[in-house]
């Protein structure tokens, strides 16, 4: 039988992601660590991202992420995403995308999904994996966020619906009225000890889990003594903190080749310290017992957000929509060969 490009091409919205995924959380997460253990074995291919940027406009950029996930996934695809910084300032999204799915088997593409909501959660995902497998339980004395806009929130989200058992929190935002508001739904969701603090310092001084998810280009805290008490520190951002401070952490990654560009801060520490010897490994190592948290220092993981998490979450969502029989098909999308 001859091959023939499919029947439709189906679009997927964001309204109708954010009702998957809300509820189903600890799936996602289960999506997202099948993504790292499937790469980590070497069923992936997962080319370096794209940067796409406007000349004379260094803050504002497109991101492609092409990948392909093998085990329980087959899929390929890719990412689009912009970041658009001076959005927020008219009451829009900072960042906006799609993901197109692709068929293995003819390499037709056959769905395209609002993709902001799945970048987020899959980053959110990849954080919240990364703490319960880095502190061995789910659980903080008390969580600080240093950056409390859709990132932080999309976090805050997973750790209540995972049931983590948080004694209180510390938020700190340079936007204040971000803060604040961020307080509010933390307060609204009955979450204890609840402070906006006055800078990142406090932050770090007074708690064990410290979620950075700020829009930060360049490192802002180079005191390696914010790290003294050994806290589990999700570095979302990437960006925020200086070689001097990584260099004194357990750092642990998801992929050492793919986080060491654009001037994150793992890669600038490379570049001061001429070696990658002080990344210990990547969360697929902590999983898998190849990597043991060292309690004697703190443990930073620097994610970089693979494209093989988005496939994994993409992947997840639209076979949920189809299910459901969701989803708006475009049919005779394709010319007829």
Not at 77 to 94: C, D, F, M, Q, T
Not at 133 to 139: N, P
Not at 161 to 179: Q, S, T, Y
Not at 305 to 310: H, K, N, S
Request: proline share 5%; aromatic share 8%; hydrophobic share 45%.
């Amino acid at each position: 039988m001859p091959f023939a490009p499919p029947d439709s091409f189906l679009v997927v919205r964001g309204t109708e992601i954010a009702e998957l995924i809300d509820g189903n959380r600890d799936a996602c997460v289960e999506a997202v660590r099948d993504a790292y253990l499937t790469h980590a074995r070497g069923d992936s291919s997962l080319p370096h991202s794209a940067f796409l940027r406007l000349p004379g406009r260094e803050r504002e950029r497109v991101i492609a992420l092409p990948a392909y996930l093998g085990g329980r996934f087959d899929v390929s695809g890719v990412k689009w995403i912009a970041s658009w910084p001076e959005n927020v300032r008219h009451g829009l999204a900072r960042a906006s995308a799609v993901l197109v799915l692709n068929d293995t088997g003819t390499g037709f593409p056959y769905a395209c999904l609002e993709s902001s909501v799945i970048s987020a959660t899959r980053t959110a995902a990849s954080a919240v994996l990364g703490a319960q497998e880095l502190i061995g339980a789910r659980h903080a004395e008390r969580a600080g966020f240093i950056g409390t806009g859709l990132i932080a929130d999309h976090i805050r989200r997973f750790l209540l619906e995972l049931g983590w058992k948080i004694g209180g929190f510390r938020l700190f935002d340079v936007d204040e009225k971000a803060a604040g508001r961020f307080a509010r739904s933390l307060r609204e969701s009955d979450m204890p000890d609840v402070e906006v603090a006055g800078d990142a310092r406090e932050v770090f001084d007074s708690c064990d889990l410290v979620v950075l998810a700020t829009v930060a280009g360049t490192p802002h805290l180079d005191d390696p003594a914010i790290l003294r008490h050994a806290p589990t520190v999700l570095h979302v951002s990437l960006r925020d903190l200086d070689p001097s401070v990584i260099a004194v952490a357990q750092n642990v990654t998801d992929d050492v080749d793919h986080v060491m560009r654009e001037r994150t801060s793992l890669h600038l520490t490379e570049q001061r310290l001429g070696h990658r010897g002080f990344v210990d490994g990547t969360l697929a190592d902590v999983m898998e017992g190849r990597l043991a948290r060292d309690p004697g220092r703190a443990a930073v993981f620097s994610p970089f957000g693979l494209g093989v998490l988005d496939l994994a979450v993409g992947k997840w969502v639209y076979d949920r929509t189809i299910e459901r029989g969701g989803g708006s098909p475009v049919h005779g999308f394709f010319p007829v060969a």
